[in-house]
């Protein structure tokens, strides 16, 4: 499983920015995505992710509201929407996807939410 990541930039406090995550392959050759998000200093940290199979999508409470994931099967692409940016959201965002015991990781994009 190879994962491509995609989005991500600059933006002032409340805007937006959509992150892309492609698997090599199909959506539905693994058991979930998740996004995590990273800053200097500290542990990466779970954002949100989703099960391709089912309907589970799950968000930590730091972006439950503002962050809404999006689902393209025909891509075999997962994104992560991202609305009403803070300050501390800025980080370095990974994909991570499951596949039975294996994990793979994109290769991380920055989110700099700055004023």
């Known amino acids: 499983v190879q994962l491509v990541e995609s989005g991500g930039g600059w933006v002032q406090p409340g805007g937006s920015l959509r992150l892309s995550c492609t698997v090599s392959?199909?959506?539905?050759?693994?058991?979930?995505m998740k996004w995590y998000r990273q800053v200097p200093g500290k542990e990466r940290e779970l954002v949100a992710g989703?099960?391709?199979?089912?309907?589970?999508?799950h968000y930590e409470d730091a972006v439950k509201g503002r962050f809404t994931i999006l689902r393209d099967y025909v891509k075999s692409t997962g994104h992560l929407q991202m609305d009403n940016l803070k300050l501390e959201d800025t980080a370095v965002y990974y994909c991570?996807?499951?596949?039975?015991?294996?994990?793979?990781w994109g290769q991380g994009t920055q989110v700099t939410v700055s004023s």
């Open positions: 991570n996807a499951e596949q039975g015991q294996d994990n793979y």
């Open positions: 989703f099960i391709p199979a089912g309907s589970n999508t």
């Open positions: 392959g199909s959506l539905w050759d693994i058991n979930a």
